[in-house]
Antibody, heavy 120, light 111 residues
Framework: QVQLVESGGGLVKPGGSLRLSCAASGFTFSDYYMSWVRQAPGKGLEWVSYISSRGSTISYGDSVKGRFTISRDNAKNSLYLQMNSLRAEDTAVYYC?????????????WGQGTLVTVSS | NFMLTQPHSVSESPGKTVTISCTRSSGSIASNYVQWYQQRPGGSPTTVIYENNQRPSGVPDRFSGSIDSSSNSASLTISGLKTEDEADYHCQSYDNSNHVVFGGGTRLTVL
């Protein structure tokens, strides 16, 4: 079945860096856009970034632009999110999700999420 | 960019029908499809409605979606409420630049 498994979350100090990974299985990964979506504790969902099937088109939410970098390795069926200059407000569960872009941007399925905590 | 506004919480009794709204702040609700995700406590979001009114396989027909251009809003209606429907529901859309927007989420309590 279609499955997404995130990893790489943890505790990091403000200003630090972290790299998240998402391993995909059960579908042809290279055919799909992929996205990262986050959810701060007790808050709603916030789209972070998407990347096209071949990696040629990338977009970021305003709150992470210039600090986060999305990438993918289709040979490894993997999605990544490099997070630099982390702030306390980046504390959240980060989900990867298959994205039905570019025509219709919606997400299914979602991974189980990985928690990133930014604190000194 | 636009915003999607949802009520913070709704509650209803088992067996009843509840409707959750999602109002778009600018631009037409009909311009871009609206999706609805269910998120049970401690879980990841799952899709219950996509492309305004389509149900993924496995989602019961008690769940339905619609849009209303007069109020510039989308709605998720759940009929025959069950206790298992208790969850957060998030609406989501996007703009013509493929920027994704989520509503703030609605906590549904079935009591």
């Amino acid at each position: 079945q279609v499955q997404l498994v995130e990893s790489g979350g943890g505790l990091v100090k403000p200003g630090g860096s972290l790299r998240l990974s998402c391993a995909a299985s059960g579908f042809t990964f290279s055919d799909y856009y992929m996205s990262w979506v986050r959810q701060a504790p007790g808050k709603g969902l916030e789209w972070v970034s998407y990347i096209s099937s071949r990696g040629s088109t990338i977009s970021y939410g305003d709150s992470v632009k210039g600090r986060f970098t999305i990438s993918r390795d289709n040979a490894k069926n993997s999605l990544y999110l490099q997070m630099n200059s982390l702030r306390a407000e980046d504390t959240a569960v980060y989900y990867c999700a298959r994205d039905f872009g570019p025509t219709y941007n919606w997400f299914d399925p979602w991974g189980q999420g990985t928690l990133v905590t930014v604190s000194s | 960019n636009f915003m999607l506004t949802q009520p913070h919480s709704v509650s209803e009794s088992p067996g009843k029908t509840v409707t959750i709204s999602c109002t778009r702040s600018s631009g037409s609700i009909a311009s871009n499809y609206v999706q609805w995700y269910q998120q049970r406590p401690g879980g990841s979001p799952t899709t219950v409605i996509y492309e305004n009114n389509q149900r993924p396989s496995g989602v019961p027909d008690r769940f339905s979606g619609s849009i209303d251009s007069s109020s510039n809003s989308a709605s998720l209606t759940i009929s025959g409420l069950k206790t298992e429907d208790e969850a957060d529901y998030h609406c989501q859309s996007y703009d013509n630049s493929n920027h994704v927007v989520f509503g703030g989420g609605t906590r549904l309590t079935v009591l």
